[in-house]
């Protein structure tokens, strides 16, 4: 019998020799596969969260053990709700307790004067029409309305909370969606081992880099500006997953002391932070399938204090081996308007050029060259 013939794949274009890849193309993967076939999640979200579940402890012990932290966490519909939902409980809790003793509720006839009196009392509202004359139904007035004082109170603390906090801000920090390697990117190396602020910067392939661009969406000024970057890498070995805390450059710094503080993001213009992969590095020799094997997440922490509320807040990404672009670098987004002042293009945040002649065009090439030694 005749095989049925298999149809020949397309032919491979070559790729021209700088193209630009926009944010609206990238692949939104949250995940990586791993070698059952199964999927891994990242450990920080693309909603800045942390996938993480303790074991031990049961999710109503976790939630009662914090419970006021974690309504706050809480989403407004779901506090609305809630809130709601526990106005109909309690007060249909207390009108049937009123309703054990009716004939001693003057001007009451039913459960819906019950009703309507509990409300009342709940909310102190008061008109006058319902008067309790025993004292059983004294003692229940009593205690609803103490329970409607610490309701009350709590639910304000809360709505407070919620509204004052600027944890909303975080989503006003964009970060690119991808993060690039190339050697283009100039990275700083010490002349001498006492990291003295003598250097030089390096570039055109001396040594590779891996870069990643920040940028503060609101003209809301920021103050005490942090950045920190951690690369977390499975041990193979041992099995066990390491964090690493490394080293990065956002502005230039010549001739100063490098080792009191790292680049600090003051000014509303959107930064790159650069890791330069020297002997150092954890990404030091890695290819994209050494990463991928490693199960290799980059995590970016941004904190800092807004000026309005003068509160702390945090933003977080993380960058898979699957978005990383290799032998890339990201494009310009500054330029000058019609008025003279400066114009910032977010929607090109995650823009970047590929070059044919980068020397870390390769993923499948370690990220090793002659000068990556530190010093």
Same mark, same amino acid.
């Given at each position: 019998?005749?095989?049925?013939?298999t149809?020949?794949?397309p032919?491979q274009r070559?790729a021209?020799r700088?193209s630009?890849?926009h944010t609206?193309?990238?692949?939104?993967r949250?995940?990586?596969?791993v070698?059952?076939g199964?999927?891994?999640?990242r450990?920080v979200?693309?909603?800045g969260?942390?996938?993480?579940e303790?074991?031990?402890?049961?999710?109503?012990q976790s939630?009662?053990s914090?419970w006021?932290?974690h309504?706050v966490n809480?989403g407004w519909?779901?506090?609305?709700?809630?809130?709601?939902?526990?106005?109909?409980?309690?007060n249909?809790?207390?009108?049937?307790?009123i309703?054990?003793?009716t004939?001693s509720l003057e001007?009451?006839t039913g459960?819906?004067?019950?009703?309507?009196?509990?409300?009342?009392?709940?909310t102190?509202?008061?008109y006058g $029409?319902?008067?309790? #004359?025993?004292?059983?139904?004294?003692v229940i &007035?009593s205690?609803e309305?103490?329970v409607? *004082?610490? %309701?009350?109170?709590?639910?304000?603390?809360?709505?407070?909370?919620?509204?004052?906090?600027?944890?909303?801000?975080r989503?006003?920090?964009k970060?690119s969606?991808v993060?690039?390697?190339?050697?283009t990117?100039p990275t700083?190396?010490?002349?001498c081992k006492?990291?003295n602020?003598?250097?030089?910067?390096?570039e055109n392939?001396?040594c590779?880099?891996?870069?990643?661009?920040?940028? $503060?969406?609101?003209? #809301?000024q920021l103050?005490e500006?942090?950045? &920190?970057?951690?690369?977390l890498k499975?041990n *193979?070995? %041992?099995?066990?997953?390491?964090?690493h805390d490394v080293d990065f450059?956002i502005m230039r710094?010549?001739g100063?002391?490098?080792?009191m503080d790292m680049?600090?993001?003051?000014?509303?213009l959107?930064?790159?932070i650069?890791?330069?992969?020297d002997?150092?590095s954890?990404?030091y020799?890695?290819?994209?399938?050494?990463?991928?094997d490693?199960h290799?997440?980059?995590?970016?922490?941004?904190?800092a204090?807004?000026?309005?509320s003068?509160?702390?807040?945090?933003?977080?990404?993380?960058?898979?081996p699957?978005?990383?672009r290799w032998?890339?670098?990201?494009?310009n987004?500054?330029s000058?308007?019609a008025d003279?002042?400066?114009v910032?293009?977010s929607t090109?945040?995650?823009a970047?050029?590929r070059?044919g002649?980068?020397l870390y065009?390769?993923?499948s090439?370690?990220l090793?060259?002659?000068?990556a030694?530190?010093?």
């Amino acid at each position: 019998r005749s095989q049925p013939l298999t149809p020949l794949p397309p032919p491979q274009r070559s790729a021209p020799r700088r193209s630009r890849t926009h944010t609206r193309t990238l692949p939104a993967r949250s995940a990586m596969s791993v070698p059952g076939g199964g999927r891994l999640k990242r450990l920080v979200s693309r909603t800045g969260h942390f996938n993480t579940e303790v074991i031990g402890m049961h999710c109503l012990q976790s939630f009662f053990s914090d419970w006021y932290h974690h309504v706050v966490n809480w989403g407004w519909f779901k506090l609305l709700l809630s809130s709601f939902f526990y106005f109909l409980v309690i007060n249909l809790t207390f009108a049937l307790l009123i309703y054990a003793d009716t004939e001693s509720l003057e001007g009451a006839t039913g459960f819906q004067e019950a009703w309507f009196f509990s409300i009342q009392t709940m909310t102190t509202i008061g008109y006058g $029409n319902y008067t309790p #004359r025993s004292v059983y139904l004294q003692v229940i &007035v009593s205690i609803e309305a103490f329970v409607a *004082l610490i %309701t009350n109170a709590i639910l304000l603390a809360i709505i407070i909370s919620k509204v004052g906090r600027p944890s909303r801000l975080r989503h006003t920090i964009k970060f690119s969606e991808v993060a690039v390697i190339n050697g283009t990117t100039p990275t700083f190396k010490y002349d001498c081992k006492d990291f003295n602020p003598t250097g030089v910067y390096q570039e055109n392939g001396e040594c590779p880099s891996l870069s990643l661009r920040v940028l $503060n969406m609101r003209k #809301r000024q920021l103050c005490e500006v942090k950045v &920190v970057l951690h690369v977390l890498k499975l041990n *193979l070995r %041992t099995g066990k997953y390491v964090l690493h805390d490394v080293d990065f450059e956002i502005m230039r710094q010549v001739g100063r002391p490098r080792n009191m503080d790292m680049s600090t993001p003051y000014l509303p213009l959107p930064f790159e932070i650069v890791h330069r992969i020297d002997s150092l590095s954890p990404l030091y020799g890695e290819t994209l399938q050494s990463l991928r094997d490693q199960h290799v997440e980059i995590i970016a922490v941004f904190d800092a204090i807004d000026e309005l509320s003068s509160m702390n807040f945090q933003a977080r990404w993380s960058y898979l081996p699957s978005e990383i672009r290799w032998g890339a670098e990201f494009v310009n987004i500054v330029s000058r308007g019609a008025d003279g002042g400066f114009v910032l293009d977010s929607t090109e945040i995650s823009a970047y050029t590929r070059s044919g002649q980068d020397l870390y065009l390769d993923s499948s090439q370690p990220l090793t060259s002659v000068g990556a030694t530190p010093f």
